[in-house]
Structures are given as structure tokens and as C-alpha cells.
């Protein structure tokens, strides 16, 4: 599995989003639009994404890539489901889908502030959600993705 992020503004995000993803065993993140890297333009680690990833920034394969929709359209090619995880009119709750051990699955996640535009939910093969059940409607973009990763993860079923 490989996760998007489209538009992510916070660096204690991405950092959290590295720890999850290598926690979890996603095998490789892409850094789309605006979201930060790991690295400054001087080569050096940003403190904010290390301070909260605590070195799986060193390790876990990224990518920097300017259009997440191009992005996409490659990974489609590649042979990946995508999966947005956002609210809408067409998802689906986290916790109703399966996959299986022959799936390739790429999780997109968007913007803190303004979540996923609608040119690529229409790309997506399948958008999920969290049900919320309290006055808030929505979590911490690096929250929803632990939430949605170690589900997938525990409903992998291996053959």
C-alpha cells in the first residue's frame, strides 16, 4: 500500500503520517502539491517532521510529486485501486471494505483545512469514511489515516 498527500500544510502531519504509514507497513508515500518534505532546500531534516516521526523519515520511501491527479493516472497504470478518504455523498464507512492480499491500494488523503477536491474524488475508485458519531465531523487528517491504514491492515485477507 502507498498513501497520498495531497495538499497536507502541516508539518507535525506529514511527520505523524511517516510514523503511521511505516507502522502500519505502507511501503511508500507521495508528497503532492504543497506538502512538505522531509528534507529543506538545504538537504537537512526538518526538525518538525523528525520531532513526531521519529526517523521513519530516514526511511520510509517518498516522493515529491507537483499534480496528485497525474499522479493518479500513473498509479491507476500500475495496477492500483485508489481510495480517497473523505466525506461524501459516495463513501462508503472505513470499516465495510475489504481487500485482499493481491490488491495494490494507494489512500489519498487531502488538505487539512479544505480535505479533497472534487477532481479527484472522481478519479477515485472508492471513497471511505469515518463515521462520526460525536458534534465534531471530521479528525486530524494524520488521525483518519492511522484509523483507516491499521483497518485495512486488519482486514487484509490473507490467503
Excluded at 498527500?5 to 511527520?15: A, M
Aim: glycine content about 8%.
Amino acid at each position: 500500500m502507498v498513501v497520498l498527500l495531497h495538499n497536507i500544510r502541516s508539518l507535525y502531519n506529514t511527520g505523524s503520517i511517516f510514523r503511521t504509514a511505516d507502522a502500519a507497513g505502507f511501503s511508500k508515500i507521495y508528497l503532492c502539491g504543497i506538502t512538505p518534505e522531509p528534507l529543506d532546500r538545504f538537504g537537512r531534516y526538518r526538525k518538525e517532521i523528525s520531532k513526531v516521526a521519529l526517523g521513519a523519515e530516514k526511511y520510509i520511501e517518498w516522493e515529491k510529486f507537483k499534480s496528485t491527479g497525474r499522479l493518479i493516472d500513473r498509479l491507476r497504470k500500475e495496477g492500483y485501486k485508489i481510495w480517497s478518504i473523505e466525506q461524501d455523498e459516495d463513501s462508503v464507512p472505513y470499516d465495510k471494505v475489504r481487500v485482499s492480499r493481491k490488491d495494490k491500494i494507494a489512500l489519498v488523503l487531502g488538505s487539512e483545512t479544505k480535505g479533497l477536491p472534487k477532481s479527484i474524488l472522481e478519479k477515485s475508485d472508492k471513497i471511505v469514511e469515518i463515521p462520526m458519531k460525536g458534534r465534531k465531523e471530521s479528525l486530524n487528517v494524520s488521525v483518519a489515516f492511522g484509523i483507516v491504514a491499521f483497518s485495512l491492515g486488519k482486514n487484509n485477507k490473507r490467503k
